[in-house]
């Protein structure tokens, strides 16, 4: 016969309590019961919102480590009315007659600009070769001429060769038996680093191929051991240093003349260091740039520092007042605060934010809906403002800023009220909440731009000027010491600050390696900054 298990639970005795009594178990018992369901929804929503926050971070992870990196979205073209804009926009410049006279001349001397070349360069070297008939093909003809047929671009293999330096010597004899020979000597040129192997051109060329060309020095050891003639790494990065040294004074002057415009941009990226006072080798430290100056002394200027902290940029900034365009990092308002400099923020920063976002939508929601989604809306109001700017590209600043104040502000608004219509819509911790959050966080400074017709939409200038050394960065990877880190920025200085002047980078770097040595006067030393030179 089975026994019944016996249990620990005890049904309790309810017989004695009155109605009143049991009434009141029954409320608290309900009570305890809903307090423990109201816990269990509240963390099943927390779970639901982590999952969602999970979902949306590994498809947005997905997108960036599989798919293409385009900003372009399926809904933007069609959000707005492209006719409409341009309408506005020819309504604007049909007020300024003037200021469409000359656009469209600027217009037109970009499109032929643009026009796809024929032919090669005719900067470039031609060496003429003929095909020629044989005497026997020739007999009897009346007479014979060359027509060019065809035009091929031929390359000449990079080589070494070794520079003799013969010093004539002159003896004179003296007359009388008192007094020794003497002797002259010709004036041979003076190395700007003393004694050293190898020519101007060779280091400049070495620079170049580093910071320019992103190519490591040990790819560049390889280089010259091919050549013939073995050039060893360590002696390169001594160059390197040596010449950044060397070149300090044209940088302290740059910098002079940079903060002596009233328009900058700034921008950072991290950069490792392995041997660094105070710091790990593993821990982040700081590559700074400033692009900006007056319009016809532009100059583009690297800083190396370990720290990002806002004391850095009061260094950089100290004597500049005019109007500073960064991203929304913080470390800039101190120096914005002391110096009574105007900031301005970037509609890059913003975009990519959306773009993100949406690149983190389920594609398949998207698809199901047959709808923009709200990303896409607030890609395509940033996309009007783009395009706003791109019809604005050769006006004058008068008739841009004109634009922006009756086109690009009242997009402007109508963005900001559908941002805080929208905000509170849209689930915290993920993509598109914080693209939005950013945006109206940044506001003030996002519609800074339209205040003056000079100033850019975005801080692609600054960001164009840091990409080579990002690109660079994945090549050699790290530097090694702090120096190593110093005479980087001190290069990628001079060579970006030749190619905004319009210079090449290897001739200008040559050109200051031949003059510097000789330039013992301020004028001299002004007479190498990159918009006083003309090379040849």
Known sequence: MKKTPSTSIKTPDLSGLSAAELRLMLAKMQQEFQTVVD???????????????????????????FSASSEKSTFQLNLFDEAELETQLDELFDVLPETREEGE????????????????????????????????EKAGADKTFFTKVKEELHYIPAQLKVLEHWQ????????????????????????????CSVTTALIAHIITDKYLYGMPLYRQEGKFKRLGQAIYRNNMAQWCMRFADTAQPLLHLMREAQNSGDYLQADETRLQVLKEDGKTAQSDKWMWVTRGGPPSQLSVLF???????????????????????????????????????????????????FVEANKSTDSKDKAKNGVASKA????SYIRKLYRVESNLADKTDAARLKARQEISVPVLNEFKQWLETNVGKIMK???LRSAIDYTLNQ??????????????????????AIRPFAIGRKNWLFADTRKGAEASAACYSLIETAKANNLDPQAYIKHILDHIIVADTLEKLEALLPWNVKLS
Not at 106 to 116: C, F, N, S
Not at 320 to 329: E, K, S, T
Not at 443 to 464: F, H, K, Q, T, V
Request: proline fraction near 2%.
């Open 39 to 65: 816990k269990q929804k509240s963390e099943l929503n927390a779970a639901h919102r982590r999952i969602e926050l999970l979902e949306e971070m590994n498809r947005l992870l997905k997108t960036q480590k």
């Open 443 to 464: 506001w003030p400074y996002l519609i800074g731009y339209c205040e003056r017709g000079d100033l850019m939409l975005s801080n692609i200038m600054a960001e164009n």
């Open 303 to 353: 800083e190396y520092d370990p720290s990002r902290a806002g004391s850095v940029a009061v260094r950089l900034l100290d004597d500049f007042n005019g109007v500073l365009q960064a991203d929304g990092y913080s470390g800039y308002s101190k120096v914005c605060k002391t110096n009574g400099i105007i900031r301005i923020g970037c509609w890059d920063h913003a975009r990519r934010k």
């Open 105 to 136: 001349e600027i217009t037109q001397q970009r499109k032929a600009r643009q026009t796809r070349q024929r032919g090669f360069s005719a900067n470039l070297v031609r060496e003429r070769i003929e095909h020629t008939l044989t005497e026997l």
């Open 168 to 195: 004539e010597k002159a003896v004179f004899t003296s007359n009388s038996g008192a007094q020794e020979d003497q002797m002259m000597a010709a004036q041979r040129p003076v190395h700007p680093f003393g004694k």
């Open 429 to 431: 911790g993920g993509a």
């Open 376 to 379: 896409d809306v607030a890609l």
